[in-house]
């Protein structure tokens, strides 16, 4: 028995109602090309490790009609994967697949600095139909290259991993959709993956109203040289956490490269602070493929201090991003929310109980 949804994005009225709406809706199938399930299984997860939560296991989905095959059709999706962020990696991923018309072409490819079998088991587990792989990806490649940001979040080995996507995915993916773990996807996944690059390495919502002087030093634009970096470009900031990316362009045009000569000159003469960000500025600003705002609802952690609580944006919305200090999960058990985290909590699938729940 097949399922299918054609999701579409929520308008800003009425998105927690259809968020709570949407997450109490089950299928009875299974993402598996080869098994069928007749009914949904929701269990408590044992604890592999201290460090791990307890998840439930999700919901099962499975692909529409029209949805082709997953190797032909796949829609190739990278994330990290950290423990002190899997909370919100399991939401993200649960979200996507809720969303998705066919959750089966779905194929994550996750990064991490250490494999480690209890995180490992902990995905299986959660979504046992899940395609997915783990990569890991070497902290030392630079250790020696990061400077010391306004947060200690930022400076971690993984935060940089995206980096060097195109050099750790198998060679035969082209494209790739990057995530960041602290977002909900509300809309089909297939629209944003079916984004024209043209001859762009890299697709993102671009914010040309924001100051983009100051994601910079006076150090940097009082030197004639650096500043003169954008000299024929009208550089815009883009937020990292939600890219579309050309590997094979990457890859043949060295940008790997490009980002890692620009953080060889941050740790010479202080030129930034914020972590990953501005040298993906420094080389991309100005020359990406740009996409609707929708993509990217970004900020709602608030501030890299604070972590505030902001309001949603106008206008319509797609995804959901918790970039900033704060994060759903952590304010939620504080019993401090922001109002914004209200639209996350439908998708998380940590449980503290050990109730175990049939269906």
Not at 231 to 248: Q, W
């Amino acid at each position: 028995m097949a399922f299918q949804r054609t999701p579409s994005p929520f308008p800003l009225p009425g998105l927690l109602s259809l968020s709570l709406l949407l997450l109490t809706t089950t299928t009875t199938t299974t993402t598996s090309l080869t098994t069928t399930t007749t009914g949904i299984r929701l269990s408590i997860i044992r604890k592999p490790a201290p460090n791990v939560p307890i998840f439930r296991e999700a919901p099962a989905f499975r692909n529409g009609d029209p949805c082709g095959s997953p190797a032909s059709d796949a829609i190739h999706v990278s994330m990290t994967l950290d423990a002190n962020y899997l909370r919100g990696t399991m939401a993200a991923v649960l979200s996507i697949l809720q969303h998705s018309t066919c959750p089966e072409n779905v194929m994550f490819h996750f990064l991490c600095t250490r494999l480690e079998p209890e995180i490992h088991s902990s995905i299986k587990a959660t979504f046992p139909y899940l395609n997915f792989r783990v990569y890991r990806f070497d902290p030392n490649r630079v250790r020696g290259k990061i400077s010391k940001s306004i947060r200690q979040a930022l400076d971690q080995p993984l935060n940089y991993a995206r980096i060097y996507l195109a050099d750790i995915i198998p060679v035969e993916v082209k494209r790739v959709i990057y995530l960041d773990s602290d977002i909900v996807m509300v809309d089909d996944i297939a629209k944003l993956w079916g984004v024209d690059l043209g001859d762009k390495v890299l697709a993102a919502p671009e914010y040309c109203h924001a100051n983009f002087t100051r994601y910079f030093t006076d150090s940097f634009w009082s030197d004639p040289e650096l500043a003169g970096t954008f000299g024929n470009r009208e550089p815009c900031y883009f937020n990292t956490g939600v890219m579309v990316v050309d590997v094979d362009k990457w890859r043949q045009g060295g940008y790997t490269q490009k980002v890692e000569d620009w953080m060889v000159v941050q740790k010479q003469k202080r030129i930034y602070h914020l972590g990953s960000l501005p040298p993906f500025l420094l080389v991309l600003a100005g020359n990406i493929k740009a996409i609707d705002h929708r993509w990217n609802q970004h900020g709602l952690g608030g501030d890299n201090i604070e972590g505030k609580c902001r309001s949603l944006h106008p206008g319509p919305i797609s995804l959901l991003h918790w970039s900033g200090k704060g994060k759903p999960w952590l304010r939620l058990d504080s019993r401090k929310p922001c109002t914004v985290d209200h639209l996350w909590a439908p998708y998380d699938l940590y449980r503290s109980s050990k109730h175990t729940f049939e269906e």
